[in-house]
């Protein structure tokens, strides 16, 4: 039932990651920095919370997409913002198994906090700098794909 | 021959305007000069019945001075303030010398006056004349509520501002995130493959990015100052001393510099501002060096209630003409490749100074090697009960501006 996804090795699969970002240029920094990963990924970015949850779900045009084994949730999104997102995805049985990743720009207090309170595996504050930014994925690459062992779909 | 027209007059007078005259054996010495005294002195005899009044009568309580005559003390005041005006006058009579207090008392047209009671024996006798002095307090307590009102405001519009700041230097990182990124990696990517014109291009553009930050987090902590600023504990200045030198170690060792300290000692007020403060004053010395390498020095002088605390350098200086500008934001001397900057580091000092009741200020020559001399003073603790023990930070304002208000309502109170 427990198959490991061992991303960093070679025999592992394509690694999917669920992108929730309404910018397309940092949605662009997060795929520029995972291009040059060790590990073998695919992106799947969408623009806001609803999309999100639909991507998730599979519901309409996501209804083939694959299970993600991680998410990078932004926080401030439309429609359906990072929050709402979060608080669905950890009251959902099946979901919830699903590392989330919090990158926001945000340092409030009040958002680390309320992020943590819902069940985000971790909160990341996207770095003014690009070459910290990718220092940063790097780490989630090392740490959640090598180090930590993942549930599988 | 003499005698009788004058007890006729004096019989005429007083039949025929029953104009009570004020009793000559209570009035005071000077009746002219007491007319001019901006409140009302009243003198009542034993039966507490008003014996004599000055002009100040009509002007503060809209009777004339005969009308007064005559009536007893309580009728010039509200029906509330009677006990407490009885009060007044039973202590003197028990042997308390002259008291004071505030009352509403009641005008001629039934509106009520605040005025401040002050009742003194006349004589030595304690159950013999009294003298009451009254002390209009309308212009006062309007003032005072005009400038409870403007305190209200400038709290408001300061901490309006500080948001401002805060949201707006927040905001402006995001933007700027995607033009160092993206310039970046058009660095990263294109390497070798631009020309010379647009490599110099990508660098004035990652200046700029670079720049850009340095002045945005400058605005955010100078922000912060206000809206983050922790509540005052007593602290030592030479641990606030010795961590701003091990924060600036890397310049210190750059420069080859000396920093020292005299004696220093304990104040009230938030550690980690006054590491701020401490660590930018003598970063500017570091950074405004002579030709060889810097000597600072932050001492401590007592002068009453305050220290002040000087940092001293022997660097480039400050011209006089330049001195009143330097406090104030984006505020710079020297073009960016001479001594680079965002002109907001002494601004950030002097509003930590001020946060902390404090003043700040810069000598200097402006001759080289004569150096800069930068001082503030801090409380030496005890002093702000309000300030020290506030919980919430957010509040600072208001309480200062309440200090403020009753400060100056002291100092009014010594000019009426």
Not at chain 1, 55 to 62: H, M, N, V
Not at chain 1, 99 to 116: F, H, R, T
Request: aromatic share 6%; glycine share 10%; hydrophobic share 40%.
């Amino acid at each position: 039932m427990l198959t490991m996804t061992r991303t960093g090795s070679p025999e592992a699969g394509t690694v999917h990651i669920l992108v929730a970002e309404d910018s397309v240029a940092d949605a662009g920094l997060i795929r520029e920095a995972m291009r040059t990963s060790r590990i073998s990924n695919e992106l799947h970015v969408v623009p806001d919370g609803v999309e999100a949850l639909a991507y998730l779900r599979r519901t309409g045009k996501y209804s083939g997409s694959p299970r993600p084994s991680m998410i990078f949730l932004d926080l401030n999104m439309p429609r359906k913002d990072g929050r709402e997102v979060l608080r669905e995805i950890k009251a959902d049985a099946d979901l919830r198994r699903i590392p989330v990743i919090i990158l926001s720009s945000s340092g409030a207090e009040e958002d680390v906090v309320g992020a943590y309170d819902h069940h985000a595996n971790v909160y990341i504050r996207k770095p003014v700098d690009f070459e910290a930014f990718r220092g940063i994925v790097r780490q989630i690459e090392s740490f959640w794909f090598s180090a930590a062992e993942l549930p599988g779909a | 021959m003499v005698r009788f027209p004058v007890l006729l007059l004096g019989a005429f007078g007083l039949s025929l305007f029953r104009r009570p005259e004020p009793d000559l054996a209570v009035a005071p010495p000077y009746p002219l000069l007491v007319d001019m005294v901006p409140g009302v002195l009243l003198v009542l005899d034993e039966k507490r019945m008003v014996r004599y009044a000055n002009g100040a009568v009509v002007p503060v309580l809209g009777y004339e001075v005969s009308e007064v005559l005559g009536r007893p003390l309580s009728a010039f005041f509200v029906a509330e303030s009677r006990a407490a005006l009885a009060n007044l006058l039973d202590g003197l009579q028990s042997g308390e010398p002259r008291r004071r207090l505030e009352l509403p008392a009641k005008s001629r047209m039934g509106a009520t006056v605040p005025v401040e009671v002050t009742a003194e024996p006349v004589g030595r006798s304690k159950s013999g004349p009294v003298a009451v002095f009254l002390r209009n307090l309308t212009e006062r307590d309007a003032l005072t509520e005009a400038l409870a009102l403007r305190a209200a405001e400038l709290a408001r519009s300061n901490k309006d501002l500080e948001q401002f700041a805060y949201v707006a230097s927040h905001d402006l990182q995001e933007p700027l995130r995607m033009v160092g990124s993206y310039t970046q990696l058009l660095g990263e990517k294109y390497a070798g493959k631009l020309d010379s014109d647009a490599e110099e291009y990508l660098r004035f553009t990652h200046d700029g990015v670079v720049r850009m930050r340095q002045l945005i987090d400058d605005l955010l902590a100078f922000a912060r100052v206000g809206t983050r600023g922790k509540p005052f504990e007593p602290v030592a200045v030479e641990e606030v001393f010795d961590q701003a030198v091990g924060n600036l170690e890397a310049a210190i060792a750059a420069k080859g510099a000396v920093v020292t300290h005299g004696p220093l000692p304990k104040v009230e007020g938030d550690r980690g501002q006054l590491v701020q403060l401490l660590q930018n004053l003598i970063g500017n010395g570091l950074k405004f060096h002579g030709s060889g390498p810097p000597h600072i020095r932050v001492e401590a002088v007592r002068e009453g209630a305050v220290w002040r605390i000087s940092v001293q350098d022997d660097g480039i200086g400050i011209a006089p003409e330049y001195q009143a500008k330097i406090f104030l934001m984006f505020q710079r001397l020297h073009t960016r490749e001479e001594y680079p900057g965002s002109g907001i580091g002494l601004a950030i000092c002097k509003r930590v100074v001020e946060r902390h009741g404090g003043q700040i200020g810069v000598e200097s020559t402006g001759r080289p090697g004569h150096g800069t001399r930068f001082w503030f003073t801090l409380s030496t603790g005890g002093g702000h009960p309000t300030l020290s023990t506030a919980p919430a930070v957010a509040e600072h304002d208001v309480s200062m501006a309440e200090r403020a208000q009753s400060l100056i309502q002291e100092r009014l109170q010594e000019l009426i």
